[in-house]
């Protein structure tokens, strides 16, 4: 398989649309396939989410676009598996990331960010399960103490890859929030993390996208919806 790391552009950042395209384009054809069009659909809604002056448009086409990275055939109302499925490609891709860029990222840049997220009840599933009538308020809280318990252990041992697992599991019903409509477009509500989150997709992201160029060989899966043939 052909790679490539391109020298940093003369303008912009090398983790931006432009310079990942640029890139994808010259490696693209030693590729395997489904890898190919993982990337490409996901550079596009990286562009739309580049484009995209409010936040709640760019903290969508940005998961959309991570969704186009790692998407695996699921049921997609299954939360269980769907968590399991992206939990599982995050542990790969740190597994992958020699230089640490995912760390440094986390840890420098979003530590802070990190921390308030994951003290927000209002990004924990379970809090609105309470709402709901399907938890009793201590059941709730026990389990959302005993989530924030386990994000500090991995934060006091340096633990990436449980860190983000429990990170996505808010950005997860954050996401919820939005793609179900259960959030007004330029509300007031809540506006902080919504801003947090797109900022910290809008760096993880394109990432993302570079590390998956850069482990061609690494087992992906079958892209989600192939495109078929007019003619099959």
């Not at 940093?8 to 054809?29: F, I, M």
């Not at 990436?160 to 997860?172: E, Q």
Request: aromatic content about 10%; charged content about 25%; some cysteine.
């Amino acid at each position: 398989m052909t790679t490539c790391k391109l020298p940093k552009p003369s303008s912009g950042s090398p983790l931006e649309h432009a310079a990942l395209k640029q890139r994808h384009r010259l490696v693209r054809d030693g590729h395997p396939t489904n890898l190919t069009l993982r990337i490409h659909r996901a550079l596009s809604w990286l562009n739309r989410a580049e484009q995209a002056d409010d936040v709640d448009g760019k903290f969508i086409f940005l998961w959309i676009a991570f969704n186009a990275a790692y998407a695996q055939e699921l049921d997609d109302s299954n939360h269980i598996s769907d968590k399991a499925a992206f939990t599982a490609f995050l542990q790969k891709l740190c597994d992958l990331d020699e230089s640490k860029r995912i760390d440094e990222l986390i840890w420098k840049e979003f530590s802070g960010s990190i921390r308030t997220l994951l003290d927000n009840p209002y990004v924990f599933r379970l809090f609105w399960e309470f709402r709901r009538g399907n938890l009793d308020e201590d059941e709730w809280k026990e389990r959302f103490a005993n989530a924030k318990r386990s994000a500090q252990a991995a934060l006091a041992s340096g633990n990436t890859p449980a860190l983000l697992s429990v990170m996505f599991d808010r950005l997860y019903t954050l996401r919820n929030q939005l793609i179900h409509g259960g959030a007004t477009w330029d509300g007031k509500v809540n506006r902080d993390q919504l801003r947090d989150c797109a900022r910290l997709l809008g760096k993880l992201v394109p990432l993302i996208i570079a590390l998956m160029m850069d482990n061609p060989t690494a087992l992906w899966g079958e892209a989600v919806y192939p495109v078929v043939s007019q003619d099959a």
